[in-house]
């Protein structure tokens, strides 16, 4: 679930509020993850967290939203 869900009108506190949720949201996925996360704008849900892993290489549009990233923190080098 989104934080930005419970947005209403989209004020600047509920703005950074799903800012900070989808940030966290990235933050907690790259612990379990090889991939870059990424925080994107979303029209519907404010910000979205996204996996690198999903998408393979990010298409330019998707590119184009992002606002943060988080690197993966797994590593298979020792």
Known sequence: MYASLNIAQG???????????????AHARSLHSYFTQYVLTDGDAGYIAVDEGDYGALPKAMLDRVIDTVPGKLSDEF
């Open 11 to 25: 004020s600047f506190q509920a703005d950074q509020a799903a800012f900070v949720a989808a940030l966290d949201k």
